[in-house]
C-alpha cells in the first residue's frame, strides 16, 4: 500500500508578506554646543616706585687742622672725587689755601690719614623713565668750616652700576634716563670738599658731622 503524503506549497508571495510585517526602527541622538567666554580687563602697572638709599657715607676720614692759627686765612681744602674703574671710587687730594690762592707744599700741615669714601647712594627706578633730581650740601658743623661739592656745576657722578666704567655728571639739578645694569638700580657718586681752618672752636679728636647732602627724586 503507497502513502502519500501532500504538502502545501508556500508561496512567495506569502513570505514576502510576513516579512513585510517586521518595521525596523532607526536610532536617533541630539547634540548640543555651548560656546564659553573669556573676559578680562588690562590696566597698565605702575611704575617702580623711586626709592633712594644710602650705600656709602661721605668719609674724609682724619683731616689736619692748619697748624697757623696766626693766619685765620689759611684753610686745609680737602677733596673726595669719584673715580672710575676702582671699587672705592674715590680719588682724594688737598691743598693749602691762604685768601684765594693756592700755597705750595702746604706748609701748614694739612694732610689726610685713614680711609675716605665719596658718597654712595643707590636710586631703584623703572628702566626707560626720566628721573628728575636736586642735589643740596648743607654745612652742620663750625663756621670754621666750608662744605661743599668743590665745583658749581658738578656733585659728582651718575652712574649704572659700581664699581663703574662709564657715567654722566651728576649737578645740582637735571634729570638723567633710568638704564640700569641690573635690579632696576642706578648709583649717585657724591664728590665732595670740606675746608677747615685753625679754630677753638672746632672739636678734635672725635669724629664730627661736617654736612649733610640732601637729595631729592622724582619722575
Known amino acids: 500500500m503507497k502513502i502519500w503524503t501532500i ?26 554646543t555651548v560656546g ?11 611704575p617702580t616706585p623711586l626709592s633712594l638709599k644710602t650705600v656709602t657715607p661721605i668719609s674724609f676720614g682724619t683731616l689736619a687742622i692748619p697748624n697757623n692759627p696766626a693766619r685765620p686765612d689759611t684753610r686745609c681744602r680737602y677733596n673726595l672725587r669719584a673715580r672710575a674703574n676702582d671699587v672705592s671710587a674715590t680719588e682724594t687730594s688737598f691743598s693749602e689755601v691762604d685768601g684765594g690762592a693756592t700755597v705750595a707744599g702746604a706748609p701748614s700741615g694739612c694732610g689726610f690719614e685713614g680711609a675716605q669714601t665719596v658718597g654712595q647712594v643707590s636710586v631703584t627706578c623703572q628702566t626707560g623713565l626720566s628721573v628728575f633730581y636736586k642735589v643740596a650740601y648743607n654745612l652742620s658743623a663750625s663756621s670754621a668750616m666750608s662744605f661743599s661739592p668743590g665745583s658749581t656745576t658738578v656733585a659728582g657722578a651718575i652712574a649704572k652700576k659700581m664699581p663703574f666704567s662709564e657715567s654722566v655728571p651728576l649737578g645740582a639739578n637735571g634729570s638723567f634716563s633710568c638704564d640700569p645694569a641690573a635690579d632696576n638700580k642706578m648709583f649717585l657718586l657724591l664728590n665732595a670738599t670740606l675746608d677747615v681752618r685753625n679754630s677753638s672752636s672746632l672739636t678734635r679728636g672725635s669724629k664730627l658731622s661736617v654736612g649733610t647732602v640732601t637729595i631729592d627724586v622724582n619722575y
Not at 502545501?8 to 548640543?32: D, E, F, K, N, Y
Not at 564659553?36 to 605702575?46: E, F, I, Y
Open 36 to 46: 564659553v567666554d573669556a573676559t578680562a580687563t588690562l590696566k597698565d602697572a605702575p
Open 7 to 32: 504538502r502545501a506549497p508556500v508561496r512567495a508571495s506569502m513570505i514576502a508578506t510576513t516579512l513585510c510585517g517586521v518595521t525596523a526602527h532607526a536610532q536617533t541622538s541630539t547634540s548640543t
